[in-house]
C-alpha cells in the first residue's frame, strides 16, 4: 500500500508547492526549515508537514504560488523579534545606541508618538528593547543598521 501523504521526486514537488525545487532545496530548507525529505534516494514532501510548515510561517492564506522568499524572511524577522530578551533601556543615549539613531530623534519619538512605549522615570527615559523594536516594525520607522 503507497503512503499518500508524501509526495516523491522533483517535478511532483514543484507542481504541488508551485515553486521551483532548487529554491526549496537549496534555500528554503536550510533558512526556513522547509519540511523537504529524501525517500529511496528521491527527493519527498509530506502534505502534513507542509501544511504544518505553511501555519508556522504565517503564509497558510496565501496561494502557494505566491509565497515569496521576501514574504518568509518577514515572519523570520518577527519571530526574531518576538524572541528577544525584553531588557530595560535607560537613558536617551543607550536607547539612541540600540536603535542607531541620534539622541534628539528618540527625543522626537517619546514626544510626538503617543504610541511610543519610551517612558519618563524618576527624569531619565526608559524603554524595553523588544517593546521598542516592534512598535518601530509596526509604525515602520526605520532603525538599526542600514544595509
Not at 543607550?94 to 541620534?102: E, P, Q, R, Y
Not at 522626537?108 to 523594536?133: E, F, H, M, T
Request: proline residues 4%; glycine residues 6%.
Amino acid at each position: 500500500m503507497k503512503d499518500t501523504d508524501f509526495i516523491l521526486g522533483k517535478d511532483a514537488i514543484e507542481a504541488f508547492t508551485g515553486q521551483a525545487f532548487q529554491l526549496l532545496a537549496f534555500h528554503w530548507k536550510e533558512a526556513f526549515d522547509f519540511p523537504l525529505k529524501k525517500i529511496e534516494g528521491k527527493p519527498a514532501l509530506s502534505k502534513k508537514e507542509f501544511q504544518q510548515w505553511l501555519r508556522a510561517w504565517d503564509v497558510d492564506t496565501i496561494p502557494r504560488q505566491k509565497i515569496t522568499t521576501s514574504l518568509l524572511e518577514k515572519t523570520a524577522r518577527k519571530k526574531r523579534i518576538a524572541e528577544m530578551e525584553n531588557k530595560t533601556i535607560t537613558g536617551i543615549n543607550g536607547i539612541a545606541n540600540f536603535v542607531n539613531k541620534l539622541p534628539y530623534e528618540i527625543h522626537d519619538l517619546y514626544a510626538n508618538y503617543p504610541g511610543c512605549p519610551i517612558k519618563k522615570i524618576n527624569g531619565q527615559l526608559s524603554v524595553k528593547a523588544r517593546d521598542l523594536v516592534q512598535w518601530l516594525e509596526a509604525t515602520q520607522i526605520r532603525w538599526g543598521h542600514s544595509t
